[in-house]
């Protein structure tokens, strides 16, 4: 019984790890497409498709002294997504250009 359960165990685990950095970027992507003043921090699920699935967007604006202003249009978003209540998790970090 032991090695049935390490076995369940380890495929929810590749499972995530094909899964989530595909729904990551499909967040990414819905978050680009939106116009400057709609993207805003934001959290929910991936509906009946991906039961058990959550993410959650935090968009964050960069400072920094070495790019003066170039850095006003720049944006660090974070893309969590989660599986099973954060038994997995998996984070997403990039960095947008986004004129308002």
Known sequence: YKMQAQTISMNHAARFDATAPLLARLKLSEVEIKNPGEQTDDSGDF???????????????????????IADNLKQININVSFNTDEFTYRLRTYRFMQE
């Not at 509906?47 to 202003?69: H, M």
Request: aromatic letters at 14%; glycine letters at 8%.
């Open 47 to 69: 509906g009946d498709e991906f039961p058990g699935y959550r993410w959650n967007v935090v968009i964050e604006d960069i400072e920094s002294e070495v790019l003066e202003n």
